[in-house]
């Protein structure tokens, strides 16, 4: 059962184009963290919400965290194909539940000159 | 500073052999994971160490996989006999305390034949 659901799983664009990479969950996270990982390198942390409502920029990319907290967004304005890689989404439940991260599947994103 | 050191990068060996895999977190964290990631997949938790205790192994196949983390530091993942189903990366991350940011490793990957 996967628990955190991303998508698109696959993404090609062109570049210049715009694009948003979506991660849904039935569960409560007390934060939620955005990675990307290049091949035959472990993930890196882009950016952590924390707040229901947040709204994180970073150069081209801006991420939301839902109201509710169950749910983020990661969207990508003009890419460039330096932003080709796989970007994950995480949850940590809170202390009180176990404190876990669990990741979603990934987006595999490819951008074409 | 150096990040999370691992060793082999790549293992190939045949199914019902033994395998090691070898995580150096770093300098000065507390916690450090075991993950599993298979081919379009996120990661998964396999065992998680504060200091040298194993808090979380909930995931852990313990029929044929074990782990240590002897004087809190370095740690050990050995899978005993291997299967073809094994064949995947095999990630160590480190943070300070598992509040704080995890750091991963390049990964292992490994293939069974």
């Known amino acids: 059962t996967q628990l955190l659901e991303q998508s698109p799983q696959f993404l090609s664009i062109q570049e210049g184009e715009n694009l948003t990479v979506y991660c849904n969950s039935s569960s409560v996270f007390s934060s939620l963290q955005w990675y990307r990982q290049e091949p035959g390198e472990g993930p890196v942390l882009l950016v952590t919400?924390?707040?229901?409502?947040e709204v994180k920029k970073l150069k081209r990319l801006t991420f939301q965290f839902g109201d509710a907290r169950k749910d983020s967004s990661l969207h990508i304005t003009a890419a460039q194909p330096g932003d080709t890689g796989l970007y994950l989404c995480?949850?940590?439940?809170?202390?009180?539940?176990?404190?876990?991260?669990?990741f979603g599947q990934g987006t595999e994103l490819s951008v074409k000159p | 500073e150096a990040g999370v050191v691992q060793s082999p990068r790549y293992k190939i060996i045949e199914k019902k052999q033994p395998v090691a895999f070898w995580c150096n977190p770093i300098s000065g964290h507390n916690t450090l994971y075991w993950y599993l990631q298979n081919l379009g997949q996120g990661p998964e938790l396999l065992i998680r160490y504060e200091n040298e205790e194993a808090v979380d192994d909930s995931q852990l196949p313990k029929d044929r996989f074990s782990a240590e983390r002897l004087k809190g530091v370095d740690s050990t993942l050995k899978i005993q006999p291997a299967e073809l189903g094994d064949s995947a990366v095999y990630l160590c991350a480190s943070s300070l305390d598992r509040r704080n940011e995890q750091f991963f490793g390049p990964g292992t990957r490994l293939t069974v034949l």
């Open positions: 995480a949850g940590l439940y809170p202390l009180n539940q176990g404190g876990k991260l669990i």
């Open positions: 919400v924390v707040t229901g409502g």
